[in-house]
């Protein structure tokens, strides 16, 4: 059951104060008796099984206009409860005014209008503040950490966090990896990716397909940049992308049925596609490189002596541009398709697509990942088979249309109907960065000058665990299909989150997390530092009432309200027996409070 398999491993039972930040003075991340509290108040739930920054002065991208289905099982939401489990689903976070709109447009109007909603580029962004400035002392062309700066910075305080929220999900399907790109202006390239995902994750996803596939940073990444074609000597094109493309971005590696259930004969899956395929279809993407025609290169003197000729960032933002000299003409014939010899680069490109776009396999496949990533990581085939009915046809006679795959995705029954909240093997484990930025936008963070100076937190022992854009491998963080050892889940069910959770990724959540939640997060904690405003009102006397009201406001806005009676006593009772008769000790009550939250299992699952 997901909500047990949390239990194991457990944090340690005495929370050591995490290592400090870069630019702290190393000041504990909570008073003694914050951290007494919070501990014991851990240990007893182990058993228990937006804000934003101000938007700079730049060119708006525009959202889309779109006109959904009316929803007609789950119009609106009848509790502030069923509207925050909503907003959960469907963004990072909750507020009381996001709660208050849903409750009042309902389910549909409220997703139109922000799908609708403009935001500013990771491209403008960095740009924004210099980080184009080829003559800095800093060597912007090549760091990686304004890379991390503009990607928190769009998650924790971008203007549309819903479409924020289904780009993040496609990255972990396109994956590409900032920690892997060995470029100049790597940053760059990974915010025209991220740009790319922004752009088309609410669009159409063979428009989305063919941006990937000529994306730079997947060029780097699986090899698409200066791929050649074979040669007399042997030579044979890079298989990389070939081969990722099928698996990972459109029909995998088993024949599905419209529902997601796997195809078997002689009782064993049924293969997609064989090695032929794969190095038919790499002759396709061959040809293309770096488009250099709008480069201004700068010879910048180096420290220690000579000079660098540096490009300019104009390549990261453009596809990549085809040499037909270098592209393969021969015949390739995969997936039952087959392009003749000679045909131009830009068509056969168009056809091997399209080839994979309108796969049997491609909406199923896609949709189960999508409905992972955002509700549960076990949904049932009629669940799969619905969102993938509207992939295939989005009630117009069009296909790919993910504006209405998201709709699907958070109006059908299984996402939204009570039932889900008893259901011990529904819902999915809350991913650390997601929390991480629930958390800013939760309690109204705000960025000096919307600088979000945080950096790679991957390193599972003192940081998350986990970064946004920096996975490990093209595989993700974790596979789809993972299933914890020893647990008791059922036989065929899965828990992909868990594969990023060990002893070390616990405690370091924990102590990261009870720092942060104090002190804030990133380069200058200072700077993004949670005011919490609303909660200490709440804390205004050491009354029975007090951290009750407390304790009720962040089950609801963290949890939707889905914490137990024994979990919500438990940790009322620890805030409770806590000093509040200073600011000081009324902060601490607000931090215990909501670090004990973040780190109970009825809070990490979401349901």
Known sequence: ???????????????????????????????????????????????????????????????????LPASVAYPAPATDQEAARFLLQAQFSASDAEIAAVRSQGYTPWLQGQIAASYLTGWDWLNNFGYNDVQSSENYYDQSYPGDFMIWGQLMGGAAPVRARMALALSEMFVVSLSSIDASWRSHIIARYWDTLMQHGLGNYRDLLEAITLNVAMGYFLNTRGNLKENAAGRQPDENYAREVMQLFTIGLHVLNPDGTVQTSGGLPIETYTASDVSN?????????????QNQPTVVSQTGGGTRTIPSPHFARLPLRLTPLNHSTLEASFLGVTIAADTPAPQALKT????????????????????????????????????????????????????????????????????????????????????????????????????????????????????????????????????????????????PEFQIVNESSVGGYLNFMMSVISNGVGDTPSELRAGYARELALVTSPSAAAPSALVERLNLLLCAGQLSATTVAAITNAVGTMASSSDTNKRNRVCAAVLMVMACAEYLIQK
Not at 30 to 48: Q, Y
């Open 1 to 67: 059951m997901l909500d047990e398999v949390i239990d194991a491993p457990r944090a340690p039972a005495d929370l050591v104060p995490a290592p400090p930040q870069p630019g702290t003075d190393g000041a504990p991340a909570l008073r003694l008796a914050t951290v007494a509290a919070a501990a014991a108040a851990t240990a007893s739930l182990a058993a228990c099984g937006g804000g934003g920054g101000e938007v700079l002065a730049a060119e708006p991208v525009p959202g889309r206009s779109v006109t």
């Open 281 to 293: 279809l790499a002759r396709v993407f061959t040809g293309y490189d770096l488009d250099q025609s």
């Open 352 to 495: 091997a697509l399209d080839t994979l776009f309108n796969h049997p396999n491609t909406a199923p496949f896609v949709c189960k990942q999508l409905i992972q990533r955002l509700v549960t990581s076990n949904p049932s085939p009629a669940y799969v088979g619905r969102v993938a009915a509207v992939f295939a046809n989005n009630g117009a006679g069009v296909r790919g249309d993910l504006a209405f795959v998201l709709q699907a995705i958070l109006l059908d029954e299984e996402a939204r109907s009570p039932a889900g909240l008893t259901a011990p093997e529904f819902g999915k484990l809350r991913e650390p960065m997601v929390r991480l930025v629930q958390w800013a936008r939760t309690f109204e963070v705000r960025a000096a000058s919307n600088i979000w100076k945080v950096r790679d937190l991957s390193d599972a022992g003192s940081r998350l665990g986990q970064s946004p854009l920096r996975a490990p491998s093209v595989f993700n963080f974790f596979r789809p299909g993972y299933v914890p050892p020893n647990t008791a889940l059922s036989a065929g069910k899965v828990a």
